[in-house]
């Protein structure tokens, strides 16, 4: 049997959720940025924590992904690439990235990003040179792609906040993991 | 003491039934009988029935006998598919959503239809033999589940589910499958 809906293409999902005013995004994330560094003070500390707020965020972004898009199973890495930066961005950042500089292997790839909602009016001041302001969407897919067993490392190449021309992360499988039978025979 | 006749003086027992099911043999037009819903660990995060007259293991047994059958069923599947070139070992654990997916099995009392999303979360969802093809509503109560479950801040991934919402959404949705002569 044909599958029974085929996946929608980017902008058709991005008309179909609910979408939001994009400035009330921008400030309400920078507002959480700026109360994290005044909790934390640490820069390295207010890294961290966006990564794993962002790996919270990816653990159930991913289901609603996968309920709307209708995409079934990537094939390999170079797919789920494709499908991230086509499909998964247009449909929650309303903005399509480029998969660009594979490795050899097909298991390193970078997203560019031109267009960062996020950054919308932010400088960083020179107390704050070490903030990895948009690390929340590396943590985004990293929780992700453990959802759909890949494990993956996430860092960011290029920052537009530091004075490069794009926004650049640098996306690396490190494995696919199975799925367990996870009861033990005891019983 | 007098004692009324019966024509002017009834009493009424209450019904004991456990959940909210129709009795067996009314057409009601609610032909989903149970529904279980897994993650990816094996963790039973909901189990719901609205019809189920024999009931043989306790809850938590008969939880992981389902999850353990559709394991074996999905691995098994794929092992032997005649379509694809690869031939894995029987034992190897397969990534969630790989293989071909098999999507309802039938016996002569009842029909089970199976959905997994590639993020590892299984629905089952029980009904009678003559249901048609059910995958439009197992991809609905999916998308319910990602509206008033994942989507509550006060839910934890993994947990079993207590949304009253979702409940609610799921029953009236379930209400309306048909049997399809």
Redesign the interface.
């Known amino acids: 049997?044909p599958p029974?809906?085929p996946p929608k293409s980017g902008d058709a999902l991005f008309a179909s959720v609910d979408r939001v005013n994009a400035e009330l995004f921008t400030l309400t994330y920078g507002a959480m940025v700026r109360q994290l560094l005044t909790d934390l003070e640490e820069v390295e500390e207010v890294n961290k924590q966006l990564d794993q707020m962002g790996y919270n965020i990816g653990?159930?972004l991913?289901?609603?992904f996968?309920?709307?898009s209708n995409?079934?199973?990537?094939v390999d890495f170079k797919e789920t690439a494709d499908v991230i930066a086509k499909l998964g961005f247009k449909m929650f950042l309303g903005v399509t990235a480029n998969v660009t500089n594979w490795d050899a292997e097909g298991t390193s790839c970078s997203f560019v990003l031109e267009d960062n909602p996020l950054v919308d009016f932010v400088e960083l001041p020179d107390t704050c040179q070490g903030l990895q302001y948009c690390n929340v969407l590396s943590g985004v897919i990293r929780g992700a792609l453990e959802?759909?067993?890949m494990k993956t490392e996430v860092t960011w190449v290029r920052d537009m906040l530091r004075g490069d021309d794009a926004y650049e992360m640098r996306v690396k499988l490190i494995k696919?993991?199975?799925?367990?039978?996870?009861?033990k025979d005891d019983? | 003491m007098q004692f009324f006749s019966g024509s002017s003086l009834t009493s009424v027992a209450p019904e004991a039934t456990p959940a909210p099911a129709a009795p067996p043999g009314t057409a009601t037009g609610a032909n989903a009988q149970v529904l279980y819903v897994f993650n990816?660990?094996?963790v039973c995060l909901l189990y719901r029935e609205w019809h189920r007259p024999l009931r043989t293991l306790d809850a938590t047994?008969d939880q992981?006998l389902m999850?353990?059958l559709l394991?074996s069923l999905r691995s098994f599947t794929a092992k032997i598919d005649p379509t694809t070139a690869e031939k894995g070992n029987l034992g190897?654990?397969?990534?969630?959503?790989?293989g071909c997916s098999f999507y309802s099995f039938k016996t002569n009392t009842y029909k089970l239809n199976f959905m997994e999303?590639?993020?590892?979360?299984k629905l089952i969802l029980i009904t009678h033999p003559r249901t048609g093809?059910q995958?439009?509503s197992l991809?609905h109560i999916?998308?319910l589940?990602?509206e008033y479950v994942?989507?509550n801040p006060l839910y934890a991934?993994g947990a079993p589910i207590k949304c009253e919402l979702f409940n609610k959404h799921l029953d009236q949705m379930l209400w309306n499958v048909c049997v399809d002569t």
Do not use: H, W
């Open positions: 049997m029974l809906t653990t159930r991913v289901d609603e996968l309920a709307k995409v079934s199973r990537c959802m759909v067993s696919q993991v199975p799925e367990e039978y996870p009861y019983d | 990816r660990n094996g047994q992981k999850f353990g394991y190897v654990p397969l990534l969630p959503g790989q999303s590639p993020s590892g979360i093809d995958r439009d991809k999916y998308n589940y990602v994942v989507k991934p």
